[in-house]
């Protein structure tokens, strides 16, 4: 079993910044591609940022390109999501992810519970 624990989040202004992290523990964490997805009331779960376990190469969804930077450390089985210049569509349970690849959030196996990121106007 694979378990993912994320951290961070809460509440922050329109333009600030938060940076999220994501625990791993019951497997070895530097052979998993770790991701990040995201549900607001109302909208399906969507994809938000992956980064790969061979070369930490990224990816990312349109709507967060250029705001969002996914990282790893894997010496500490932890992955982390910075996210700058936050809008209130940001708002949103954010879950960390693994396993999979790609923009589709079925590929992923495992999911964190979740944290919420609340972005005011």
């Known amino acids: 079993q694979f378990q993912l624990v994320e951290f961070g989040g809460g509440s922050v202004q329109a333009g600030g910044s938060s940076r999220l992290s994501c625990t791993a523990s019951g497997r070895t964490f530097s052979n998993y591609n770790m991701g990040w997805s995201r549900q607001s009331p109302g909208n399906e779960r969507e994809f938000v940022a992956a980064i790969s376990w061979i070369d930490s190469s990224t990816r990312y969804a349109d709507s967060v390109k250029g705001r969002f930077t996914i990282s790893r450390d894997n010496a500490k089985s932890t992955a982390y999501l910075e996210m700058n210049s936050l809008k209130p569509e940001d708002t949103a349970k954010y879950y960390c992810?693994?396993?999979?690849?790609?923009?589709?959030?079925?590929?992923?196996?495992?999911w964190g519970q979740g944290t919420q990121v609340t972005v005011s106007s």
């Open positions: 992810v693994a396993k999979g690849w790609g923009t589709s959030i079925s590929n992923y196996d495992y």
